[in-house]
């Protein structure tokens, strides 16, 4: 794995492979690179999965099997930038699936607990148009919705 720029590591109670191998299924581009396991004498099991090097859609990640003192919350979020309605569909039913939660605005926790926002290309435009209304009945649009529909994103915007 490069050193080059970011890697973001992910603090797992033991689901670090199972995550990471769930991760590299999600997303085109991945791909698990290097399994580590704890020695004799490390804070965790002797042969238990120490860390999980992988990439996701291209993104470096570290998935460490630390034990139960952290966890996550919405205060770190991964945005998934889609093209279309199928591939929000997709995202969405991939990263709720085994127990993920959905939520509102286009967020979602996944079964592990990570917060994901699933976000149209088309969003931003959208609610940060020059023309006040339209941004503000997109805004509302997508206030009322879990999963963004990009078809009723566009016609709140355009007041239809």
Request: net charge negative; glycine share 12%; with cysteine.
């Amino acid at each position: 794995m490069s050193r080059d720029g970011f890697t973001t590591c992910l603090w797992f109670d033991g689901q670090a492979e199972e995550a990471a191998e769930f991760y590299v299924s999600v997303f085109k581009n991945s791909s698990v690179e290097r399994v580590a396991h704890y020695p004799e004498g490390a804070p965790g099991p002797a042969g238990g999965v120490m860390t999980v090097e992988f990439t996701a859609n291209g993104h470096r990640f570290v998935a460490l099997n630390g034990g139960p003192q952290f966890t996550f919350n919405e205060a770190i979020s991964f945005q998934v930038f889609c093209d279309d309605q199928e591939e929000v569909d997709h995202y969405w039913s991939r990263l709720t699936e085994g127990g993920g939660e959905p939520g509102p605005c286009g967020w979602l926790k996944d079964r592990f607990g990570v917060s994901w926002q699933i976000i149209p290309e088309r969003l931003p435009a959208l609610v940060g148009d020059p023309d006040p209304q339209k941004a503000a009945r997109a805004t509302q649009a997508m206030l009322s919705m879990g999963k963004l529909d990009i078809a009723a994103l566009e016609k709140a915007h355009a007041g239809e």
